[in-house]
């Protein structure tokens, strides 16, 4: 009994011995990570530049990344991108955008009703008032209206007085959907005189069914109806043809008028001149993003004082916590973030590189960084002269326009944001054969970036190349129900199978071995440096 006591004391003196030794070392982990983040980098810890990092015997221009405007890698190492994929997508080829109707989709003259007229008004900028358009078309049709050319948004903050046939070929757009839905100019006189349409609202993500029982009584009473403030109005899924014609507005339908066209025409081929292949950068550094994000840059009170002024002017937002906000990835890279992740990708500094941006918060001092990365640096500025630029210039949606077109047309997009403009051609660039579309990861890039000075070049390009996988626009990276159907037309991207009139959906691929991005998915990492790994995770 003594030896059966002895033992079980000397066994439970094990067992608190164990989880003792645990939470030392966890202490000392601790105590380590604290003091590696207290010492002084050896360039000071500054945010935006790489320490230099030398390696005795090894080629220093190999080893040396002193800062964003000395060397930095021109090919992706460690599980980078090569040279064969950095301008094309990983089997586009397999897949393609197919939008026709189905047989059961009855034509307009079929279904549309002669005494039922909707009009709608768009709120927001270019690409909101796209995504309104489209959605309009697809109103009528569940309501079996004709549509009135919907007016845009001219009172809100862009304040552009731009009707719809100034920015779209109107014609071209009756046309096209004439089959699917009629569409008038304006609404004809009633009793000689014009018809003033009964003015209402729905709420938001309003699907066929609450159109019928919210719009339809009413309409049926006052026979023209006006819906305002129509952004973002219909559900995000529909059936199959109402999700296709959509896209047959949105891809199809939706064209620019000859103005517009014609000159992002021009800037297109201009960069063609100058290079094979281009990237075209939607960075989105502007001041009143910044403040609409509540974003923080390490700029102070002065930072603080301006972008909290511009933030004033959106009454609804709540106060907001910078680091939470840059920690969760809804913030915009820095331009010279977002040069250090393409170099790192691959693309050297031979590439040239559009870039589609307004006003840029901090203005030259902030773009230097970027364009010491990639001095091939063109803005619709650069390649056209003032005089071409006239037309357009006191127009901010005609000038968004010719952003858009050159973005379309490039060989890789970068968004730098989470807006309607790399929504609308995140999915239109899926439609089109899957051209890249890079969406940094900033849940992920954030503290990468933050603690660079911790880690040698090398681990850097091959965790950025890590982060990135899953957010570079290829075939099958998401699935059919993440996201706004704008930014993933799944209903609308078939599969070539081997059987030449066959054809499968977007959902039943066969190519399930391919990287996927969903809402939750942004944290899965597989630790391979489990101190780097703690030090980056949050």
């Known amino acids: 009994m003594a030896f059966s006591r002895r033992r079980h004391h000397h066994y439970s003196r094990r067992r608190?011995?164990?989880?003792?030794?645990?939470?030392?070392?966890?202490?000392?982990?601790?105590?380590?990570?604290?003091?590696?983040?207290?010492?002084?980098?050896?360039?000071?810890?500054?945010?935006?530049?790489?320490?230099?990092?030398?390696?005795?015997?090894?080629?220093?221009?190999?080893?040396?990344?002193?800062?964003s405007q000395s060397h930095v890698p021109i090919k992706a190492r460690s599980g980078g991108l090569s040279d064969g994929d950095i301008w094309s997508s990983r089997?586009?080829?397999?897949?393609?955008?197919?939008?026709?109707?189905?047989?059961?989709?009855?034509?307009?003259?079929?279904?549309?009703?002669?005494?039922?007229?909707?009009?709608?008004?768009?709120?927001?900028?270019?690409?909101?008032?796209?995504?309104?358009?489209?959605?309009?078309?697809?109103?009528?049709?569940?309501?079996?209206?004709?549509?009135?050319?919907?007016k845009l948004d001219k009172s809100s903050y862009w304040k552009d007085s731009s009707g719809f046939s100034d920015i779209f070929d109107v014609d071209w757009f009756i046309k096209y959907l004439a089959k699917d839905v009629s569409i008038v100019k304006e609404l004809p006189l009633r009793r000689?005189?014009?018809?003033?349409?009964?003015?209402?609202?729905?709420?938001?993500k309003c699907t066929d069914r609450c159109y019928i029982n919210r719009v339809l009584p009413v309409l049926n009473k006052k026979h023209a109806v006006q819906i305002t403030k129509f952004d973002y109005r219909l559900a995000n899924k529909l059936d199959t043809d109402l999700q296709k014609l959509r896209c047959r507005v949105n891809y199809h339908a939706l064209k620019f008028a000859d103005p517009i066209l014609g000159m992002g025409?021009?800037?297109?081929?201009?960069?063609?001149?100058?290079?094979?292949?281009?990237?075209?950068?939607?960075?989105?550094?502007?001041?009143?993003?910044?403040?609409?994000?509540?974003?923080?840059?390490?700029?102070?009170?002065?930072?603080?004082?301006e972008l909290g002024k511009i933030r004033k002017k959106w009454k609804t937002l709540h106060d907001s916590d910078p680091d939470k906000a840059r920690r969760h990835g809804r913030c915009p890279l820095t331009p010279e973030e977002v040069g250090l992740m393409l170099r790192s990708l691959g693309y050297g500094e031979d590439v040239h590189i559009y870039v589609a941006s307004g006003e840029i918060y901090g203005g030259e001092e902030t773009l230097t960084p970027l364009k010491a990365l990639f001095p091939n640096f063109y803005t619709k500025d650069t390649l056209a002269t003032k005089d071409e630029l006239e037309p357009f210039s006191s127009f901010s949606s005609r000038m968004a326009a010719l952003d858009f077109i050159v973005c379309d047309e490039s060989d890789v997009f970068v968004t730098n944001n989470h807006g309607n403009m790399a929504k609308i051609l995140a999915g239109r660039r899926r439609y089109f054969g899957h051209k890249p579309t890079i969406r940094p990861n900033g849940r992920k890039l954030y503290r990468l970036f933050l603690n660079r000075n911790y880690m040698t070049e090398k681990e850097f390009v091959y965790r950025v190349c890590k982060y990135q996988r899953g957010f570079m626009g290829e075939p099958k990276e998401v699935g059919p129900s993440w996201g706004v159907f704008h930014e993933n037309p799944s209903s609308c991207i078939c599969e070539k199978v081997d059987n030449a009139t066959a054809e499968t959906s977007h959902s039943t691929s066969r190519l399930e071995t391919l990287p996927k991005v969903t809402s939750t998915d942004y944290d899965i990492d597989i630790s391979e440096n489990p101190e780097l790994d703690m030090l980056l995770s949050d």
Not at 136 to 149: G, S, Y
Request: overall charge positive; proline content about 5%.
């Open 16 to 67: 608190w011995l164990i989880p003792a030794i645990s939470a030392a070392s966890g202490f000392l982990l601790l105590f380590i990570f604290f003091l590696s983040i207290l010492a002084p980098s050896p360039n000071g810890n500054r945010l935006f530049h790489l320490p230099r990092r030398r390696s005795s015997g090894e080629n220093d221009a190999d080893n040396d990344f002193e800062d």
């Open 91 to 150: 089997n586009s080829k397999f897949f393609y955008g197919c939008s026709n109707a189905s047989n059961e989709f009855l034509k307009a003259q079929d279904i549309t009703h002669p005494n039922r007229y909707l009009s709608i008004v768009t709120s927001g900028g270019l690409n909101q008032q796209r995504t309104a358009i489209t959605d309009a078309v697809v109103a009528a049709r569940i309501l079996n209206a004709t549509l009135v050319v919907p």
């Open 265 to 305: 025409e021009k800037l297109v081929q201009r960069m063609r001149m100058r290079s094979g292949h281009f990237i075209a950068l939607h960075l989105r550094f502007e001041p009143d993003m910044l403040a609409f994000s509540g974003c923080y840059y390490g700029g102070g009170d002065k930072e603080r004082r």
């Open 192 to 204: 000689g005189q014009i018809w003033s349409p009964y003015r209402m609202r729905v709420p938001r």
